[in-house]
T-cell receptor
Framework: GENVEQHPSTLSVQEGDSAVIKCTYS??????FPWYKQELGKRPQLIID?????GEKKDQRIAVTLNKTAKHFSLHITETQPEDSAVYFC???????????FGKGTSLLVTP | NAGVTQTPKFRILKIGQSMTLQCTQD?????MYWYRQDPGMGLKLIYY???????DKGEVPNGYNVSRSTTEDFPLRLELAAPSQTSVYFC?????????????FGDGTRLSIL
């Protein structure tokens, strides 16, 4: 499938700081970019998504930005809290039209 | 709505055994997916289905089979279990005409092959 690269693989921040996770994609036809949060032993859950006709989307402390020209998108978490600790996955719609291509995940640790 | 329900939650198999992982959804979603997640790795697509009677291979289909006889159910079959199939398996579903819709995941099946 098409590649989705995600960085960093691990991220440690102090409570109250901001966290940024970045993803790049290779398929110029990709037009849907969701972010999932997976707590230990749990299912991935959608936290925010963005479509290619929008450059930025916010939902309380979470925001996603998209740069179609550069083919990258980022997740921004402000005022981090210990309960934000989890693995975050980015994804991009694929040229097959039927599946998502996932990044390998970022393990975020928020320390009190 | 229960969402996406997977059974069993845990299973230990011996090498060479067979089993079926069950997945059902009650949201009338037309798209359904099976992923595997190895430790520290992302989600790899095994098979997907765009509707009843239609299935197709994903990135890692070898050693697995699927069927989709109804909109609600999408079972995954392992015919000859191998240690390399030890993983967490997630079923997901979405509604739409393409991949540009959110996928909702089940709780997963943790499978160990010994």
């Amino acid at each position: 499938g098409e590649n989705v690269e995600q960085h960093p693989s691990t991220l440690s921040v102090q409570e109250g700081d901001s966290a940024v996770i970045k993803c790049t994609y290779s398929d110029s036809a990709s037009n849907y970019f969701p972010w999932y949060k997976q707590e230990l032993g749990k299912r991935p859950q959608l936290i925010i998504d963005i479509r290619s006709n929008v450059g930025e989307k916010k939902d309380q402390r979470i925001a996603v930005t998209l740069n179609k020209t550069a083919k990258h998108f980022s997740l921004h978490i402000t005022e981090t809290q210990p309960e934000d600790s989890a693995v975050y996955f980015c994804a991009a719609s694929s040229n097959s039209g039927y599946a998502l291509n996932f990044g390998k995940g970022t393990s975020l640790l928020v320390t009190p | 709505n229960a969402g996406v329900t997977q059974t069993p939650k845990f299973r230990i198999l011996k090498i060479g055994q067979s089993m079926t992982l069950q997945c059902t959804q009650d949201m009338n979603h037309n798209y359904m997916y099976w992923y595997r997640q190895d430790p520290g790795m992302g989600l790899k697509l095994i098979y997907y289905s765009v509707g009843a009677g239609i299935t197709d291979k994903g990135e890692v289909p070898n050693g697995y089979n699927v069927s989709r006889s109804t909109t609600e159910d999408f079972p995954l079959r392992l015919e000859l279990a191998a240690p390399s199939q030890t993983s967490v398996y997630f079923c997901a579903s979405s509604y739409g005409t393409n991949s540009n819709q959110p996928q909702q995941f089940g709780d997963g099946t943790r499978l160990s092959i010994l």
